[in-house]
């Protein structure tokens, strides 16, 4: 059969056009969601057992992705813990931008920028980078989480919840979205930061305080405490609700398939003994990760260590983006892609044997501005901290509040409790001075409760593991292994408001932290 030469033409650019869009879509980079709890532990989702939270959006992330049994931020603290998820770098890799509220160094740059220059589309909506200031970049502000979503509102179930709407600020995100670009957002729900409204878990989440199997052995065991347990529940909720309609807008919109999704936290819980420490609630979060194409045999769990420094890496390996060429400083992390694609489930990367924890300054309220700098490492049985100055207070100073630990209802029981009766056991895990150096089995003790840094049949383990931090350490230039830790106290903090605390609040200036009850304050403690 013959063909008009014209009618012949037209079918051979048809087909082209058709090829060229089949390729096109097969190398169409994928868009990327990270979900960011503030204040959230491991195993506090449902995928992990824990019954009395509710979390469908994560556990549906986890069934049809990957879910990570042993990821940890190395900071357990807001803004130094964002700062790595931005850089891909530890915090002591980051200047003044491992403290917390800092000036952000000009020098790094985030992800969240790099992707922007290179075709990505980027937002987010509710807490970027925060607490600090990022500073400014070729005469304008940085924009290190990209471009703010936050003005479409809601009236949230108490005072206590942001009233921003994360879901919907995502919608109108996704409606300015090019069709042609690929989009990146940063979902940072204020939940379940403290404050909550006291009783919200039992009113409005239909809770029991019989829900809670077993209070951590770190605190008393008392309803108040119960129910400060459910109130971070009913908050932990409402962050997951917001991401359930999130994914529900994606497949909506066809766009899920192609769309990695990340969900964790930045630090732990906002509890005594938890945030701001380096313990295992504090640094150790859930972590579920999806990708519809990208992921390979989809509903295995991974139990190699994940560092926060790992997904700047991954993103940028999946956007095709070489950091040396974007100007990236050298990262620490490494990328995930390798547990995208294998079949194995479990340990699957025997270099995934360990993580670093640590931590220099971060809230106010210690005399000259001073940090409680802490190195460790987290390996499959044993966690070792080192305190490099034992001789001050890990959550500050009692006469001005305990300022690193925030107020509620846990914090007053344990408080009371010693000015009532006397009794320190718990006041003193949460508040009281430690040692230079700490050891936890955790198989046997997994809240690292009982420290056998000096008992003699753990000296081989414990060197053993200090000999191997330090080694990894120097290999990142940590001005604490060469006797320069003392800059991260020289730093000052980004509100001037909050420079040389100390000395003003004694000397009887007002002020207002917010984040502490007015009961928190003992200026008249005495150890």
């Excluded at 990270?34 to 989702?45: G, K, Q, T």
């Excluded at 980027?122 to 200031?133: I, L």
């Excluded at 996704?174 to 204020?190: A, C, I, M, R, V």
């Excluded at 292994?481 to 200036?509: I, K």
Aim: aromatic residues 12%.
């Amino acid at each position: 059969m013959c063909y008009p030469k014209n009618l012949f033409r037209l079918f051979i650019i048809l087909m082209v056009i058709s090829c060229q869009e089949q390729k096109g879509e097969e190398h169409r980079r994928p868009n990327i969601l990270i979900a960011i709890a503030d204040d959230l532990s491991f195993p506090h989702m449902g995928a992990y057992g824990t019954d009395w939270i509710q979390s469908p959006a994560f556990d549906r992330v986890a069934n049809e992705g990957l879910l990570f049994t042993r990821a940890y931020t190395p900071n357990a603290k807001c803004s130094p813990s964002r700062s790595i998820i931005l850089t891909g770098r530890n915090s002591w890799q980051l200047e003044e931008a491992a403290n917390h509220v800092p000036d952000f160094p000009s020098k790094f740059l985030s992800h969240v920028e790099v992707l922007g220059e290179n075709g990505y589309f980027t937002g987010f909506t509710g807490k970027g980078w925060a607490p600090g200031n990022p500073g400014e970049r070729n005469g304008k502000p940085r924009m290190l989480t990209g471009t703010r979503y936050s003005e479409v509102t809601t009236d949230p179930p108490t005072d206590q919840i942001s009233r921003v709407d994360y879901a919907g600020n995502f919608r109108q995100f996704l409606d300015e979205k090019p069709e042609d670009k690929p989009f990146y957002f940063w979902y940072g729900s204020t939940e379940p930061h403290r404050a909550y409204a006291y009783g919200s878990g039992v009113e409005l989440g239909g809770k029991t305080l019989d829900m809670i199997d077993e209070v951590p052995a770190f605190w008393p065991d008392t309803d108040s405490v119960r129910n400060d347990l459910l109130d971070y529940a009913f908050e932990t909720e409402y962050f997951d609700q917001h991401l359930l309609r999130m994914l529900e807008e994606l497949e909506n919109r066809g766009e899920l398939d192609n769309t990695l999704v990340v969900v964790t936290a930045d630090n732990g819980m906002p509890f005594p003994r938890v945030k701001g420490q380096a313990y295992e609630l504090s640094n150790h979060l859930p972590l579920a990760i999806m990708w519809g194409k990208g992921i390979q045999h989809p509903g295995r769990v991974i139990a190699d260590f994940v560092s926060f420094a790992d997904f700047a890496p991954t993103f940028l390996e999946l956007a095709e983006v070489d950091p040396d060429s974007a100007g990236v400083a050298a990262m620490s992390g490494k990328s995930l892609l390798p547990l995208f694609d294998t079949e194995a489930s479990g340990k699957t990367d025997p270099a995934r044997s360990s993580v670093l924890i640590g931590k220099e300054r971060h809230d106010i309220g210690r005399p000259d501005d001073q940090g409680y700098p802490i190195r460790g490492i987290v390996t499959e049985d044993f966690t070792y901290i080192r305190n490099f100055e034992p001789s001050r207070w890990p959550a500050g100073n009692p006469e001005t509040g305990y300022l690193n630990t925030d107020g509620g209802a846990t914090k007053t029981v344990i408080l009371n409790q010693r000015r009532v009766s006397g009794e320190k056991y718990y006041w003193n895990l949460s508040f009281g001075k430690r040692s230079s150096e700490e050891l936890y089995d955790r198989k046997k003790d997994p809240l690292c409760i009982n420290n056998l840094a000096l008992h003699p049949e753990y000296q081989n383990i414990k060197d053993k593991l200090a000999l191997q931090m330090e080694n990894e350490l120097r290999a990142q230039d940590d001005p604490r292994m060469f006797g320069n830790g003392e800059v991260f106290d020289n730093y000052e903090y980004a509100q001037e408001s909050q420079r040389n605390f100390y000395s003003r609040f004694m000397q009887g200036e007002e002020f207002n932290t917010g984040w502490v009850n007015d009961s928190d304050y003992e200026k008249y403690f005495k150890e």
